[in-house]
């Protein structure tokens, strides 16, 4: 068992870990309140902790609530649907810490707001993890269509998602997740058996990453695990604490939907506008007030670029939704296509036709356009 960060005061990386968590769900959850293809809205924190840290500071259940409501209650005002809470923690002790801050949370914003009732419906459970989520009345709201489902895991170490557990969070209909997973732990102990009956270590190549990649490295190795047959997205962001340089953590996000995607990259591009996916400068590039910085360099992005150029020109990518995809599946947001066809339009390598809108690079609202390469051989 590693710290009980609510015993002490959250660090930064673990205050960056809260944020990024807050922002991803801040991003989903209109999306889903005002949809009209779900019922009802299902959140799931499975490793809650007590709700607080010693300075009150908010914890990750504390923080959904918070976002949920919206600012000046935006979105609880107006919800027209149920929304359910879910809120487990394993530890006794921490539970029902956690069962009071979560009371006194719904009891101080009634107080203050002069409602006699909250619309959100929450429940605080002590159970196991694997116990827990593999009851069958919650394997039932997983599976249903009719329901949207945010599912948040913010296990101690790397044992609680395994190979079992991710594959059942994929396929899982109307299901977006998010997992923090200390990376660096599985390199350090790759070859214990307490590490191995969890990851199969034999597939990530420790010995050929750079140690500040190592979370990258791991988030391969679950997109690896997503059928082919499939179209899932997965993106990763890596965080170092600052205290312990050598120590790297991070989160994995999953969704079948391309919003759900192209929202966590936003919030991803938004704490790291080097490569969307660290709290350090994961790829070398320079920093500011070094001599060969410039502002418009990005090494990834220019990588990413190159190669849908490539594609576009080769006829490998032949419509902007297809474009759109190929950026979010190498972890940059679908603007980067549209910035490449512009570059190939003004070029006159190519030609557009159908509904061509040259300001929209949000794949959910996009209409389809198809592309030709012009022949300027002459």
């Not at 009802?40 to 259940?61: C, M, Q, T, V, W």
């Not at 199969?200 to 082919?228: M, Q, S």
């Not at 600052?242 to 969704?255: H, S």
């Not at 007030?289 to 990588?303: A, M, P, Q, R, Y």
Request: charged fraction near 30%.
């Amino acid at each position: 068992m590693g710290t009980d960060i609510n015993k002490t005061v959250f660090d930064e990386a673990t205050k960056l870990k809260l944020h990024i968590f807050g922002e991803c769900f801040e991003e989903w959850f209109p999306v889903f309140l005002h949809s009209p293809w779900f019922k009802k809205l299902y959140i799931f924190d499975f490793f809650a902790g007590s709700g607080k840290d010693l300075e009150n500071n908010a914890g990750s259940p504390l923080v959904l609530l918070d976002k949920a409501k919206g600012i000046e209650r935006k979105y609880c005002i107006n919800a027209k649907k149920e929304i359910k809470f879910l809120f487990n923690e394993g530890e006794e002790d921490k539970s029902k810490e956690l069962k009071q801050n979560v009371a006194n949370y719904i009891e101080e914003c009634k107080r203050e707001n002069d409602c006699d009732d909250c619309i959100f419906q929450y429940k605080v459970e002590n159970y196991n993890f694997q116990e827990i989520f593999s009851d069958s009345s919650l394997t039932k709201i997983f599976q249903n269509k009719e329901f949207g489902k945010f599912i948040l895991l913010d296990q101690y170490g790397f044992s609680q998602i395994d190979e079992k557990i991710f594959k059942q969070l994929i396929s899982y209909p109307k299901t977006d997740f998010i997992f923090f997973i200390s990376s660096s732990f599985i390199s350090r102990f790759r070859e214990h058996p307490n590490t191995t009956k969890y990851i199969d270590t034999t597939k990530i190549k420790f010995d050929e990453i750079r140690p500040n990649e190592i979370h990258r490295a791991v988030a391969k190795y679950f997109r690896d695990l997503i059928p082919k047959e499939i179209e899932y997205y997965l993106h990763h962001f890596s965080i170092r604490k600052e205290e312990k340089k050598g120590n790297y953590y991070g989160l994995i996000f999953g969704t079948g939907h391309t919003l759900g995607m192209e929202k966590f990259l936003k919030v991803c591009w938004h704490h790291d506008a080097f490569s969307g996916e660290a709290n350090y400068n994961i790829d070398n590039n320079f920093e500011k007030g070094t001599l060969f910085f410039h502002s418009e360099s990005n090494v990834k992005k220019d990588i990413v670029s190159k190669e849908i150029k490539r594609l576009i020109l080769s006829g490998e990518i032949s419509d902007n939704i297809s474009g759109f995809k190929y950026a979010m599946l190498n972890g940059c947001e679908p603007k980067l296509f549209t910035d490449v066809v512009h570059e190939l339009v003004k070029e006159k390598l190519i030609e557009r036709f159908g509904e061509v809108n040259n300001h929209s690079s949000s794949i959910h609202k996009a209409k389809v356009y198809h592309i030709k390469k012009l022949n300027n051989d002459t």
